[in-house]
């Protein structure tokens, strides 16, 4: 006779298997794969560069995008030549022939009919910007126009910015003017310092407050109500371009000659919010995405670099191999962060991506995309996917330079520890980096 | 002179030390630490020297007037003023210095420029009042004449007083105003400042231009805070991207080439819009002239069209018509099967359309025009058919098939034509005999047919599964049965037989030849050995009981045939298919002896299907005679056929078990169903036995010894032989002889005596009923975690949590999805993104806020800020 039992053994049944921490949770294993192909694709469609317009026949020094328009890009040169360009078909549709100098700063008001440029031949020039449509694009390129009107004023201009929502905009020269469109003569005038004002930024979230940073290695921020600058920054080295945050208006980054960018609280300026660093020589110019999560930079050392707007680290880079010298790579860093930053408009993303923006279109598409992104960002810690999401291939002086910058402060960390070890406790005090580079805040 | 000016100097500063520390102590915080009087001061307990105190010193009464005066600025600004004294210090000097000028200036110009006066006015009274600070330490150094008045000149009644100066001033213009001031700065004396250096004040107007603006962007926190937590920020307002329907688009179309232009200019013709925006009759009637010829070229075109129409139609038509071969056939078939239909419909139909088809068949039997006796299929088959192309060989072959469809459709028809006549023969054989004789003969017809499917079937398959030893096994067990089972019905056919006889005729002739030997051939032998061979399985008394007549002519034959077959079938319970068969071979030839070699042998070798017959052929035998014994006996038929199965499942298991008892309980098993045969008492075993025998198979150490050698080599696997690639170093003889290289063998050794250790080292190695698992941790699943805690991540708990709950739409309902996956910034393609609007926020409703930007899409309600009115602030809304 013979007994036949159902019975499981627990020793049969609660092995463990080769497979069983998968099979635990094979959701996650299944979202992991799919976070790793992700992060792979995203690298492998990665097309950072969207196009190159030429037709300059000197280096550019500065650009402005039209707030009114998606693809209209304005750029000055040094030989005093000014073009709109249509980005979408990547083609001058304007000239704006008039400077005898340098221009080296544009800047378009809000409803983006007027544009303002200055130079070096002491002439603020406005120019009424045609509407350019498909039609005229052929004709276009021959069609000058004249200016609406020029300001001569006593001194050459280094930048210009308009003011949001009025008629207002400012020049940075030898001191810091604020014009109306309509007067011949500068309505005010600053002057806090006897050096020149490199950078002027309006405040878009709060237009009646301008930033400006000088050569006197200054910060200083002003307000047109009361008509008096308000505080002033003092850094230990210059800050070439300074630029507010759309959608934080309390905040703005500087790009600083020290490889660095610092976000401050213009509330409170004797401490940065953050450092960005990644960049390995000095920061040259820098603009926000207009949805203020992120910034671009661009630098002496070719690159151009995404930043959060609370990041440390950069998030992206492009490098330029062809520029060398240091306008010729700022416009450079212009003109891609300025693509970027349309880009944004246009792609409904600020990355780095495939072009093939279209998709975002197709509800089906966008919804696997922001599944994709998702699952990428929760798996970004996992050792795999962060590899290979951080990974960047870094050209080797780049690379090169970054080591070493990063050997020089470990060294003077080191040296710090010291120092602070082999001295009577709380006789040094370091400072961190947020407050290290700033000497002084004057009232 | 100069010395008590120094002096004075040094005791107002010391004064205005003490005010600015004073102030200062005012100015700064309560809790800032004050140092007390240094204790040889305070001269406690006298425990220091007493020293002279050498400076001079005011004395205690003194009180400065001044402090007042002085201290609204200085409180205000305590730090900057203390910083600034030196200054201020100097400053103080000129204006003293300046007095004298000062007042001969206002006498010297008093008449001639009131308005000069007026702006003089606040320099008089500082005169004043440091006068009068002064006079006290003022001494006489120089001999009083008209440039220096004396103490009693400016003090006493001769002294010169502002009125003095004014009253020439007397009735000319602006007099009394001047006046009226000076009397008021008389009366409060209140004191004015002098202005702040430049420095200094641009400094005061940076600060509290800062103070303003750093106010004012402090509206921005709540907004900022809110965005910065929200999950997701909207950019994508509600906004018409382009035209939406062709509507839109028509509107704003504008002709532009001269095409466009003429059509536009008839379109938007004044008539003709007038008379679409009324009721359009007009439309159609008065501005639609259109010309004789017009109407008849329309009119021709439209013929033209119709008749082309119209061919086109008809030929649409014939190729409508023209269907393949299959097609018809297909639709032949469709309608033979609706006639079919119809038949079992309407009888009277289908026996028509019987007659038709009776008649065609009749007709093509007549012309066989399908035999291939046409003058086209002759010549074919001479030609041979092998020669011919694929159509006309299928041709052939088709009119091959036809025919023989149709041939066979006449033997078919013969079959029935036979069975028919032999029913009526039957017939008129009934007609003569009585209910009874066709009761016989129908018994005797089932008899017939089962003895036939006994007979018949003996083929057993011998290839693919069917030739398996237990298969064969369970055949033959089955045959066995369905075999009895027929024997029984025989038996009852026969007992009915007997019972229709004795009520009826005895001598009829087929029922009474089973009696005696002489009969006894084909048809009885096989009932009989059935008989016997199931009573000797039954091991009952039925065999030698039995008052039957035909039981008892055959016992003596059949004893050892029964036992003999008994033994066999014990044997057959567990013997090689080779066995059995040899069993039955010698079972057929002891049949064959007993049986005089006419006797077929029909028993163990039918098949089961001979028992479905059989029950098949009983029910319908019985439905035609008596329903109660039918239903019996069909209930009682799929027994045996069960009850084989049964054996087959309980045969396999028992292996081990005695035979005897295993025959035994077939046996039962079998009869349990056929015949209610007493058991035999059971006796139940012991529980050592029970347990033993439960678990007779299970060897649990062997299994666990084996389970622990696997993991042992799956965690340090065995180390390959060592082998060389076939082929390789077989070049030459020399090579041949050499064999597996030494180091290989080394390898394998060391690798071996590794191994060894490895196991000797285990933590398991000593424990005989133990596994502790040392194999690497799987990096498989390692991939999913992260080494150390990732950066905003405080702790581990939070962190896993975090990632628990997966994303994707297959693990998620619909409905979360999309909340699941929203990325951080949503964007719309080829919308602007202007920078921030101020609006409102309530702090307090910020829960209630991040429900509605989950939910609606927050739409921007933005205020925006009036440009012009910027103090006040009043908020607009713009959307």
């Known amino acids: ?102 221009v080296r700063g544009l800047a378009v008001s809000t409803d983006g009919h007027v544009l303002v440029s200055c130079g070096t031949d002491c002439s603020v020039r406005l120019w009424s910007v045609p509407i350019s449509t498909a039609m005229e694009l052929d004709v276009s390129s021959d069609k000058s126009v004249e200016p609406l009107e020029t300001y001569v004023w006593k001194h050459a201009f280094r930048s210009v ?103 401050f609280d213009s509330r409170k300026l004797n401490e940065a919010k953050c450092v960005h660093k990644d960049h390995v020589s000095a920061v040259m110019d820098i603009d926000y995405s207009p949805t203020g999560r992120e910034f671009v930079t661009g630098s002496y050392d070719r690159t151009v670099r995404i930043f959060q707007y609370n990041g440390g680290h950069s998030r992206e880079f492009i490098i330029q191999r062809e520029c060398k010298g240091c306008f010729v790579s700022s416009s450079a860093v212009m003109l891609v962060m300025l693509f970027l930053g349309v880009m944004t408009l246009i792609l409904g993303c600020g990355r780095l991506k495939h072009p093939n923006n279209w998709e975002f279109f197709f509800q089906e598409k966008r919804k696997r995309h922001e599944y994709h992104e998702a699952v990428k960002n929760r798996y970004k810690h996992l050792p795999e996917v962060k590899r290979i999401v951080r990974h960047r291939h870094l050209p080797k002086p780049i690379y090169k330079a970054a080591e070493l910058r990063r050997t020089m402060t470990e060294a003077e960390r080191r040296k710090e520890e010291k120092r602070k070890a082999h001295s009577a406790p709380g006789s040094i005090t370091s400072k961190p980096l947020r407050k290290r580079r700033i000497v002084k805040v004057e009232e | 002179m100069a010395e008590t000016k120094r002096k004075t100097r040094d005791e107002g500063r010391r004064e205005r030390s003490k005010i600015g520390s004073d102030g200062e102590v005012l100015g700064q915080d309560l809790y800032e630490y004050e140092e007390g009087v240094p204790e040889e001061e305070s001269k406690k307990n006298r ?70 006066i007026k702006q003089c006015n606040f320099r008089v009274h500082t005169v004043i009042s440091r006068g009068r600070r002064n006079n006290v330490v003022v001494s006489e150094a120089y001999p009083e004449s008209e440039y220096n008045p004396t103490r009693d000149i400016l003090e006493g009644e001769g002294a010169l007083s502002i009125r003095d100066l004014l009253d020439p001033l007397q009735g000319k213009h602006g007099y009394s105003k001047l006046r009226k001031s000076v009397r008021t700065l008389e009366k409060k004396s209140a004191p004015i400042q002098a202005p702040l250096p430049k420095p200094v004040q641009e400094r005061l107007e940076r600060n509290a231009a800062y103070d303003k603006s750093k106010e004012e962007l402090r509206k921005w926190e709540p907004i900022i805070k809110r965005n910065r937590e929200a999950p997701t920020i909207y950019f994508d307002d509600d906004r018409d991207l382009g035209p939406s329907s062709v509507g839109t688009i028509a509107s704003e179309f504008e002709p532009r080439t001269e095409f466009e232009k003429k059509i536009a200019s008839l379109v938007y013709d004044d008539e003709v819009m007038d008379a679409h925006r009324k009721d359009g009759s007009r439309l159609r009637l008065e501005l639609n002239k ?88 002759k010549r074919i088959k001479e030609r041979g058919v092998d020669v011919q192309d694929d159509g006309t060989r299928a041709a052939i072959a088709e009119q091959q098939h036809l025919h023989a469809q149709l041939t066979r459709k006449m033997n078919s028809m013969k079959d029935s034509d036979t069975s028919s006549d032999d029913i009526s023969e039957d017939d008129d054989m009934d007609v003569n005999s009585d209910d009874e004789g066709r009761a016989s003969k129908l018994l005797e017809k089932a008899k017939e047919k089962t003895l036939k499917l006994l007979d018949e079937d003996n083929e057993v398959p011998n290839s693919g599964v069917l030739n398996l030893p237990f298969m064969e096994r369970a055949f033959k067990r089955k045959n066995e049965a369905a075999a009895e089972e027929a024997k029984l019905a025989l038996q009852e056919y026969e007992s009915w037989s007997k019972q229709l006889g004795d009520s009826g005729g005895v001598n009829n002739p087929k029922v009474g030849s089973p009696s005696g030997r002489m009969v006894f051939d084909g048809k009885e032998a096989p009932v009989s050995s059935k008989k016997t061979k199931s009573d ?46 040899e069993d039955s071979e010698n079972h057929k030839d002891s049949l064959v002896k007993n049986f005089d070699g006419s006797v077929q042998d029909p028993g163990p070798q039918t098949t089961h299907e001979v028992s479905i017959f059989a029950s098949g052929t009983w029910r319908r035998l019985f439905q035609m005679k008596n329903g109660s014994d039918a239903n019996a006996n069909a209930k009682k038929s799929p027994g045996p056929l069960q ?10 298991p028992v292996k081990d078990l005695d035979e005897d008892s295993d025959a035994d309980s077939e046996g039962q098993m079998v009869d349990g169903v056929l015949s209610a045969v007493p058991e035999p008492s059971y006796q139940l075993p012991s529980q050592e036995e029970l347990i033993r025998q439960a678990f007779a198979a299970d060897n649990v150490e062997d299994e666990f010894k084996k389970t622990k050698e696997d993991i042992l080599n799956e965690e340090n696997p065995e180390p390959e032989k060592p082998v060389l690639l076939p082929g390789w170093g077989q070049w030459t003889n020399v090579q041949k002889k050499k064999g597996i290289p030494s180091y290989m063998q080394k390898e394998h050794e060391s690798a071996k005596k590794k191994r060894e250790e490895a196991i000797k080292q285990r933590k398991d190695a000593n424990l005989k009923h133990v596994i502790i698992s040392e194999k690497p941790p799987n990096k498989k699943a390692q991939k999913l975690f992260t080494q150390s805690l990732p950066y905003p991540f405080t702790s581990k708990e939070i962190f896993e949590q975090s990632i628990r709950m997966p994303l994707g739409p297959e693990f998620n309902p619909a409905s979360t999805v999309g909340a699941l996956n929203r990325p951080e910034v949503i964007k719309k393609p080829g919308v602007i993104i202007k920078p921030i609007e101020f609006e409102e926020v309530n702090a307090y409703e910020k829960l209630e806020g991040h429900r509605k930007t989950e939910q609606n899409h927050q739409k921007n309600n933005k205020s925006k800020s009036n440009s012009h009115s910027r103090k006040n602030m009043t908020y607009m809304k713009t959307k």
């Open chain 1, 161 to 263: 910015d308009h003011q949001w929502n009025f008629d207002r905009f400012a020049t940075g020269g030898a001191g810091v003017e604020i014009w109306n469109h309509n007067r011949s003569a500068p309505e005010q005038s600053f002057e806090w310092g006897t050096d020149t004002v490199i950078s002027v930024r309006f405040n878009p979230g709060q237009p009646d407050i301008l930033a400006t940073s000088a050569s006197d290695r200054s910060i200083a921020l002003y307000d047109l109500r009361m008509g008096k600058p308000a505080a002033k920054l003092i850094m230990a080295t210059k800050t070439n371009s300074i630029c507010w945050n759309p959608m934080e208006p309390i905040n703005f980054t500087a790009a600083n000659e020290d490889c660095n960018c610092y976000s």
């Open chain 2, 536 to 581: 000797n399985k039954n091991r009952s008394d039925n065999y030698y009981g039995d008052s039957d007549s035909e039981d008892d002519m055959e016992p003596r034959e059949n004893t050892d045939v029964g036992k003999y077959r008994n033994n066999d079938l014990m044997k057959d319970a567990n013997t090689s298919p080779v066995l059995c068969q």
């Open chain 2, 47 to 116: 425990r220091f020297d007493p020293v002279d105190n050498l400076d001079y010193e005011l004395p205690e009464d003194f009180e400065d007037e001044n402090v007042s005066s002085d201290d609204d600025n200085e409180v205000k600004n305590a730090g900057v003023i203390e910083a600034e004294d030196e200054v201020k210090e100097e400053d103080e000097g000129r204006t003293i210095r300046e007095i004298p000028s000062e007042l001969l200036k206002i006498v010297s110009f008093a008449n001639s420029e009131c308005s000069y």
């Open chain 2, 290 to 377: 259109v010309s004789a010829e017009d109407e008849k070229d329309r009119q021709n075109r439209i013929a033209k069209m119709r008749s082309l129409l119209f061919r086109h139609e008809l030929k649409s038509k014939h190729i409508k018509n023209i269907k393949s071969k299959t097609y018809h056939r297909l639709l032949k078939k469709d309608k033979l099967k609706a006639n079919s239909i119809l038949g079992q419909m309407d009888p009277e139909a289908a026996k028509e359309l019987a007659m038709k088809q009776e008649y065609e068949r009749a007709k093509e039997r007549m012309t066989l025009r399908h035999k291939g006796s046409s003058k086209w299929a």
């Open chain 2, 643 to 652: 009850s084989v199965v049964l054996d087959q499942h309980t045969q396999e």
């Open chain 1, 1 to 102: 006779m013979k007994v036949k039992v159902i019975s499981r053994s627990t020793d049969e049944h609660t092995k463990e298997r080769s497979q069983d921490l998968q099979h635990s949770n094979p959701e996650k294993a299944v979202e992991y794969v799919r976070a790793l192909n992700a992060a792979k694709l995203d690298k492998i469609f990665a097309r950072p560069f969207v196009g190159a317009m030429d037709g300059h026949i000197d280096a550019i020094s500065c650009m402005a995008k039209n707030p009114n328009h998606l693809t209209g890009i304005f750029s000055g040169s040094m030989d005093g030549d000014i073009r709109l360009w249509d980005l979408a078909s990547r083609r001058t549709v304007h000239q704006f022939p008039g400077h005898q100098g340098a």
